[in-house]
């Protein structure tokens, strides 16, 4: 890493919400070269980068020229032009994690038949490319409610999910090709978040698990440590670093999983980068995620892993009813608190339930973060001067 030691390295990062803004902030801690490629021009990650270039990250010219402009590639977010990439590839640039690892991990289908061919339990599943033909297997009986349908591309926080629980909800079928899973009867959610470096080196964070908000269907609370027992968190670390060796990963994979009702560990699903599970790393573990994604993607030695301090992760979400230029109500009367760390994105315009940032609660139980993040969560409003 000789650009990293004359502090020459360009990181370039494909597009720029908060996971690019965080990883960035982590990058300059080694003075390295930021080049930051959004859509967007008052995205996140723009206020903290070394440069910012427009352009789409679906775009393959955007992603081509872009991709041109660094020394080593990485990316926050899955909808990336993999065409482009493996041009690039192919054209010598450094890609990390593999663009192949990331075609595979872009659908959803890929992904189940990958568990599946290497024995990851998961839950059972069918592939469909239309909504026609689901609607033919449950006539004929080859599926029975309740059901999971997902779509293969695109999905994300819950969008492009769709739960039938009868015949009432086939109106909620989504259109396109998708996989049609079990319904899991959900005791717990957890993600545990792993990295790999050149060198084959792995390391793992303690599994870390998520309350939903049920309106949202977007993670609430995140609670680290969790409250697997030994024998489920073993597992679960077992299965992500299964997972990242089968890929030949380098660099952070995150791995969601359920506990079901019997209390066996199911994968869920997976993401190649920093992810929203791991938030609470920066103020709460030894190795941040974001310093971790690096220390992979770089060959460096990877960071310990250790817990600090217990933690309670929220996100903060925009309020609904307002829709506009942004405003923060609490921000104050919750710093007041001990160990309350705010994150604000820097996001121009809130909606309803959009993740305008995040707060990480930190104290020596987890049951008093706990109370804490509560107080926090009612204190904290996102809310706009503009009514919607
Ligand atoms: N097979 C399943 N059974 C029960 N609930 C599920 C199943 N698959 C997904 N869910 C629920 O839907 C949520 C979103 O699904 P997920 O595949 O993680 O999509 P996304 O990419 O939007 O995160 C999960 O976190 C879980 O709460
Ligand atoms: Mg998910």
Not at 157 to 174: H, N, S
Not at 234 to 249: N, Q, V
Not at 262 to 275: D, L, S
Request: aromatic share 6%; charged share 25%.
């Amino acid at each position: 890493m000789e650009k990293l030691e004359t502090s020459n390295l360009k990181l370039g990062i494909i597009s720029g919400g908060q996971l690019g803004k965080m990883l960035i902030q982590e990058a300059s801690k080694w003075d390295i070269i930021t080049y930051v490629m959004d859509n967007a021009e008052d995205c996140p990650a723009r206020s903290v980068a070394s440069h910012y270039q427009k352009g789409s990250n679906v775009d393959f010219d955007s992603v081509y020229e872009f991709g041109k402009m660094v020394d080593v590639l990485t990316f926050e977010i899955e909808n990336v032009n993999v065409e482009a990439l493996k041009k690039l590839k192919s054209e010598g640039v450094n890609i990390l994690p593999d663009p192949g690892i990331l075609e595979l991990i872009q659908d959803k289908g890929l992904q189940k038949q990958f568990y599946e061919s290497n024995g990851i339990p998961n839950s059972p599943f069918k592939l469909y490319d239309s909504e026609k033909a689901i609607v033919e297997d449950i006539e004929k009986g080859v599926l029975q409610y309740p059901l999971v349908q997902k779509l293969r591309k695109g999905g994300y926080d819950g969008r492009g999910v769709a739960v039938l629980t009868g015949p009432g909800d086939l109106g909620k079928l989504l259109p396109g090709a998708s996989v049609v899973e079990e319904k899991i009867e959900i005791e717990k959610e957890i993600s545990v978040i792993v990295a790999r470096n050149k060198k084959g080196e792995i390391e793992n964070y303690p599994a870390v698990e998520m309350l939903f908000d049920p309106t949202a269907n977007l993670v609430d609370k995140l609670i680290c440590p969790s409250s697997l027992t030994a024998e489920q968190s073993e597992k679960a670390i077992r299965f992500a670093g299964k997972i990242i060796e089968l890929l030949d990963m380098e660099g952070l994979l995150a791995v969601e999983f359920f506990v079901d009702s019997k209390g066996e560990v199911i994968v869920n699903e997976m993401a190649p980068r920093p992810h929203n599970s791991g938030h609470h790393t920066i103020e709460s573990v030894l190795t941040s995620q974001y310093e971790q994604h690096l220390r992979a993607i770089l060959n460096l030695p990877l960071g310990s892993t250790k817990i600090k301090l217990p933690s309670v992760m929220v996100n903060i979400l925009g309020a609904e009813g307002y829709e506009g230029p942004v405003v923060y109500e609490g921000l104050s009367e919750s710093l007041a608190i001990e160990g309350v760390k705010i994150h604000l994105y820097g996001k121009k315009a809130t909606r309803p339930y959009r993740k305008m940032g995040h707060v990480t609660v930190l104290s020596s139980s987890l049951e008093s973060a706990l109370e804490k993040a509560e107080k926090v969560k009612q204190l904290i409003k996102v809310k706009s001067w503009k009514k919607s």
